[in-house]
């Protein structure tokens, strides 16, 4: 139904941006990347959307690129994936990542995305090996180290958001230090935050 939109950045918040159209605020929910790319307030910004329907809710997903959004639908299509943990694979796998790691059928790699598990990473290689193409370039790197998916799941269970147990991350020295160290640095930039 609404498939894009256009409009002035009102305001971020964790995992949405409050979009200004013709005089309507659309709170539109997006990956983490495009929160980073998409400026401050004021600033223009063009999305292509997808709009969840459920029972007594409507809400709006968007990404920058209509890459994304594909992804992301076909990830709705995957038993055990709602908008909001597509949203969080699209936060911590690029396209190309996630189209490698499906078509070589790595589940370990998808289980590195904070909220995907085993039996869901099992489910996303079943339904989409078919469905994505293998990227033309292989990607160096996937999004997140082992290390730095368990300094998220250990942050998110102490109860921080994904979003925040991210930034904390960035603020991490880039040294091999074991989890524990590195959860408590995170810790300490919240500390100090």
Same mark, same amino acid.
């Given at each position: 139904?609404?498939?894009?939109?256009?409009?002035?950045?009102?305001?971020?918040?964790?995992?949405?941006?409050?979009?200004?159209?013709?005089?309507?605020?659309?709170?539109?929910?997006?990956?983490?990347?495009?929160?980073?790319?998409?400026?401050?307030?004021?600033? @223009?910004?063009?999305?292509?959307?997808?709009?969840?329907?459920?029972?007594?809710?409507?809400?709006?997903?968007?990404?920058?690129?209509?890459?994304?959004?594909?992804?992301?639908?076909?990830?709705?299509?995957?038993?055990?994936?709602?908008?909001?943990?597509?949203?969080?694979?699209?936060?911590?796998?690029?396209?190309?990542?996630?189209?490698?790691?499906?078509? @070589?059928?790595?589940?370990?790699?998808?289980?590195?995305?904070?909220?995907?598990? @085993?039996?869901?990473?099992?489910?996303?290689? &079943?339904?989409?090996?078919? *469905?994505?193409? =293998?990227?033309?370039?292989?990607?160096? &790197?996937?999004?997140?180290?082992? =290390?730095?998916?368990?300094?998220?799941?250990?942050?998110?269970?102490?109860?921080?958001? &994904?979003?925040?147990? @991210?930034?904390?991350?960035?603020?991490?020295? *880039?040294?091999?230090?074991? &989890?524990?160290?590195?959860?408590?640095?995170?810790?300490?930039?919240?500390?100090?935050?």
């Amino acid at each position: 139904m609404i498939r894009c939109l256009q409009g002035e950045l009102l305001a971020k918040g964790e995992t949405y941006i409050l979009l200004g159209v013709c005089g309507i605020g659309f709170r539109v929910y997006v990956p983490l990347p495009a929160l980073d790319e998409m400026g401050t307030p004021g600033s @223009r910004v063009s999305l292509h959307t997808h709009l969840h329907v459920r029972e007594k809710e409507l809400s709006l997903y968007g990404c920058l690129k209509e890459d994304e959004l594909e992804i992301f639908e076909l990830l709705l299509g995957v038993s055990g994936i709602g908008p909001k943990v597509a949203m969080n694979v699209l936060s911590f796998a690029s396209p190309d990542a996630l189209r490698l790691a499906i078509s @070589r059928g790595d589940a370990p790699a998808l289980t590195r995305i904070p909220g995907v598990g @085993r039996r869901t990473a099992e489910q996303m290689i &079943v339904h989409l090996k078919h *469905k994505l193409a =293998a990227p033309g370039e292989i990607p160096s &790197v996937y999004p997140l180290s082992e =290390a730095d998916a368990e300094v998220i799941a250990a942050l998110t269970t102490l109860g921080y958001s &994904v979003a925040e147990a @991210r930034e904390s991350l960035r603020s991490l020295p *880039k040294d091999d230090l074991p &989890v524990e160290e590195r959860v408590r640095l995170a810790l300490q930039y919240f500390a100090e935050g």
